[in-house]
């Protein structure tokens, strides 16, 4: 018999060995793909099963322990499947991974079934590596989206230990977190120079109107442990950063101040703030330029009480740009 050529079972096949006639190679075809229909008829319903529960567990809140084990079976099930339908491999490991928080589980299963060209497979293979705290490979996988980030940063262990029980933590997530670092640790650690401006609270939505792709408020006082299993603030390497909302300042400035990193992704600039009895107070800036503009178009707008009327004359007063260019309020950076 010639090797990966399909051969009749020897049931098939006369004691005379004489040839089967057509009627019976038509059968024996029709027998193969009525097996193949079935295969694939199964791993349809496994998919769809697959499917259904990995949504209810995605879409709960706290999934109950019904739910979660009716997605262990269903990813079983599927599992028996393995091998000839890749998205179904990836729905496999995902759930593993990444619902039923087995991070390593599903970080293996991901790449021992690889499918690198599915945005599917990309998404979960992330998420898995961080859950699994499988840095390297994380790392590989972020670089073929042209994403760097800082391995060393302390908000990165922080974010592989909350990944590992919380589900809406993710590889995103520390992407974010990352950049909102790199923007407040990128700042110089000397050159500041005085300003004097109340905050408006205006000033964010202002910095959005100018252009700000990015907007991060970071505490200056390391006080957080990045290894409490609590805390839930991140952790650069200058500062740390709210989780609850880093574009937003607490109802009380702490004594040492906190710092505004703004970027368009071009230009980046920084403000050093500082309580008083009015609020927030500008203090000083490495930018103060730019941070001047900044503060100056709050100002502006909440005189004209901040309606889009005002939005638009804050828009054509100082352009939708960081940096003042020729023509914006007459070169100077205000008016």
């Known amino acids: 018999m010639l090797p990966g050529v399909l051969h009749p079972p020897e049931s098939f096949v006369s004691r005379s060995s004489s040839p089967l006639s057509l009627a019976a190679v038509l059968a024996l075809v029709a027998g ?17 099963a697959l499917q259904a529960a990995a949504d209810t567990v995605r ?13 262990a079976e269903a990813a079983r099930q599927a599992a028996l499947l393995q091998g000839h339908d890749p998205a179904l491999d990836t729905l496999v490991g995902d759930a593993q991974a990444n619902l039923l928080l087995r991070g390593k589980e599903g ?54 230990r909350l990944a590992k029980r919380d589900r809406a933590i993710d590889a995103d997530t520390l992407v974010q977190v990352a950049a909102d670092c790199a923007l407040l640790d990128a700042r110089p650690p000397s050159g500041r120079r005085q300003i004097d401006y109340p905050v408006r609270p205006t000033f964010f939505r202002a910095l959005e109107l100018l252009g700000a792709s990015r907007v991060v408020v970071g505490n200056v006082a390391l006080v957080r442990n990045p290894r409490t299993g609590a805390d839930r603030h991140w952790q650069c390497h200058s500062a740390f950063i709210s989780a609850d909302d880093p574009t937003t300042f607490p109802d009380g400035i702490p004594a040492r101040g906190m710092v505004v990193g703004v970027t368009d992704g071009l230009v980046r600039g920084w403000i050093d ?15 103060p330029e730019l941070a001047e503009r900044w503060l100056l178009a709050a100002e502006y707008l909440e005189e004209l009480g901040g309606t889009p009327a005002a939005e638009a004359a804050v828009v054509e007063r100082y352009g939708n740009t960081l940096k003042a260019t020729t023509g914006a309020e007459g070169g100077t950076g205000s008016e």
């Open 59 to 71: 879409q709960a809140e706290q999934p109950t322990e019904a739910q979660l084990t009716a997605l």
């Open 107 to 160: 970080a293996d299963w991901l790449k021992a079934h690889p499918a690198p060209d599915d945005p599917e497979w990309q998404r979960a293979a992330r998420d898995a590596a961080l859950r699994a705290g499988d840095l390297a490979w994380l790392d590989e996988l972020l670089q073929a989206r042209d994403i760097r980030i800082d391995l060393d940063l302390p908000a990165v262990e922080q974010t592989v």
């Open 273 to 287: 703030i500082e309580g008083s009895s009015a609020g927030p107070w500008a203090r000083s800036s490495h930018t």
């Open 32 to 48: 193969l793909s009525a097996c193949t229909d079935h295969e694939a008829e199964r791993r349809t319903a496994a998919r769809d």
